[in-house]
């Protein structure tokens, strides 16, 4: 192919033999008809009669466009996938279902920094230049998640109606060790799990007010106390806390 268009004689040449043969250019798609073509033209060319295909190089390069096809839809859908996901993963109510994930919460956004991490030069203490660490890139990524969890729960804690008593949530709550991937949740997903948690806060005490111990429920909660609970059933969690 590279052959025949390599000048406009030679693709000329190549298109009166296609009509010639099938009537028209649109007919050559068909790989059988294209073959007689090329064929053709090879033979026609006494110099290029080297570069003629045999019946086991069409074979093959049928094999190889059949492959390509099927990669070039595929490249186009992950193009696609690569798209909406970064939408998705911009989107707050996504970060904030992620947050409200028990086995999740904010400790998962450490895994959005991946390998390789930028070169991002800082100031450091000593007022020397350096380069920022793969740690300060995942902390800031958890701290962005944090922000935004504060800022939507205490909206929705500042509108809720105030009850005549506040009890302190967190008195029949029990800290429970890390729960392992059990066997319905033995999948690939459980890799997205696989972080360290922060150490669980103490509560507050019960003489706190309640703007002190609705943020005392939210600093211990962003520091997974309960435990994780069953990462593929996360709505257990939540009826047991509450």
Do not use: C
């Not at 008809?33 to 080297?50: E, Q, Y």
């Not at 994930?101 to 991946?114: D, M």
């Not at 005490?205 to 609970?229: H, Q, S, V």
Request: overall charge positive; charged content about 25%.
């Amino acid at each position: 192919m590279t052959k025949i268009v390599s000048s406009p004689q030679r693709h000329l040449q190549f298109r009166k033999i296609s009509q010639e043969k099938y009537g028209g250019k649109a007919e050559t798609k068909h790989l059988a008809k294209l073959m007689v073509s090329i064929d053709t033209w090879v033979f026609n060319v006494p110099a290029l009669r080297g570069v003629g295909l045999s019946v086991s190089d069409w074979k093959l390069l049928s094999d190889v466009g059949k492959f390509l096809e099927i990669f070039t839809h595929a490249t186009s859908a992950l193009e696609k996938l690569e798209k909406y996901k970064g939408k998705a993963e911009a989107n707050q109510f996504y970060k904030l279902g992620t947050m409200l994930h028990p086995s999740l919460r904010a400790g998962w956004f450490k895994n959005r920094v991946t390998d390789p991490i930028p070169w991002v030069l800082v100031t450091g203490a000593n007022g020397q230049k350096r380069y920022k660490t793969k740690e300060e890139f995942q902390n800031n990524e958890v701290d962005k998640a944090e922000v935004l969890f504060r800022q939507v729960t205490t909206t929705y804690f500042e509108d809720a109606p105030k009850s005549a008593s506040t009890e302190n949530s967190s008195s029949d709550s029990q800290d429970q060790p890390p729960t392992k991937a059990t066997k319905a949740s033995e999948s690939w997903l459980v890799s997205i799990f696989d972080f360290d948690m922060t150490e669980a806060a103490k509560p507050a005490t019960i003489t706190a007010t309640p703007k002190e111990l609705f943020k005392d429920e939210i600093k211990r909660y962003l520091r997974f106390e309960g435990g994780r609970g069953d990462p593929m059933d996360p709505l257990t969690w939540w009826k047991a806390s509450n």
